[in-house]
Antibody, heavy 119, light 113 residues
Framework: QVQLVQSGAEVKKPGASVKVSCKASGYTFTSYGITWVRQAPGQGLEWMGWISAYNGNTHYAQKLQGRVTMTTDTSTSTAYMELRSLRSDDTAVYYC????????????WGQGTQVTVSS | DIVMTQSPDSLAVSLGERATINCKSSQSVLYGSSNKSSLAWYQQKPGQPPKLLIYWASTREFGAPDRFSGSGSGTDFTLTISSLQAEDVAVYYCQQYYSFPCTFGQGTKLEIK
């Protein structure tokens, strides 16, 4: 069965960077894309960006351009999301999700990774 | 960017009654010549990741109960729960996947009256 397993919770200081991993199993990794979504405490879902696991093409949310980088490692079927210059309003649960074979809705989700930014 | 606006923000419905959530996009999300709208609905329960319920505006995801249905086309969409069950208490989100960024609505919190 399709599974996305994310790395554990992180606590970072303002200005630092965080890199969240998302290990996929149960399907051909390079046949699908990965979307990253975050959710601040008590808030809604915020689309962060998408990466093709086939060729590494990316699309990022405008507000995160320059601070976020999404990558994949096809040898380990793992996707990564790095966010730099962290601020307190980056405190959120970060989710990875698989898209449905070329269409950008998300049919399987990781369990989420809590990232807390605090001095 | 396409802005997705849901209504209402919260909703309380009695068990067994119908629940209706609306979603409006700031521009059409009709996909090519297929006449399908690039609109998905997700359900999120506390402490859990979202779960896909509906895609292409009206196609129920495998495993989603048949009391959930989606309708609409172009810019106006509706998620209907035909007979509310206790386990349907959640926040529901619509999302357009017509173009990047694939924006979400603000969410609708559904509770039992």
């Amino acid at each position: 069965q399709v599974q996305l397993v994310q790395s554990g919770a992180e606590v970072k200081k303002p200005g630092a960077s965080v890199k969240v991993s998302c290990k996929a199993s149960g399907y051909t990794f390079t046949s699908y894309g990965i979307t990253w979504v975050r959710q601040a405490p008590g808030q809604g879902l915020e689309w962060m960006g998408w990466i093709s696991a086939y060729n590494g093409n990316t699309h990022y949310a405008q507000k995160l351009q320059g601070r976020v980088t999404m990558t994949t490692d096809t040898s380990t079927s793992t996707a990564y999301m790095e966010l730099r210059s962290l601020r307190s309003d980056d405190t959120a649960v970060y989710y990875c999700a698989r898209d449905r074979s070329g269409y950008k809705f998300c049919d399987h989700w990781g369990q989420g990774t809590q990232v807390t930014v605090s001095s | 960017d396409i802005v997705m606006t849901q209504s209402p923000d919260s909703l309380a419905v009695s068990l067994g009654e119908r629940a209706t959530i609306n979603c409006k996009s700031s521009q059409s999300v009709l996909y090519g010549s297929s006449n399908k709208s690039s609109l998905a609905w997700y359900q999120q329960k506390p402490g859990q990741p979202p779960k896909l319920l509906i895609y292409w505006a009206s196609t129920r995801e495998f495993g989603a109960p048949d009391r959930f249905s989606g309708s609409g086309s172009g810019t106006d969409f509706t998620l209907t729960i035909s007979s509310l069950q206790a386990e349907d208490v959640a926040v529901y989100y619509c999302q357009q996947y017509y173009s990047f960024p694939c924006t979400f609505g603000q969410g609708t919190k559904l509770e039992i009256k």
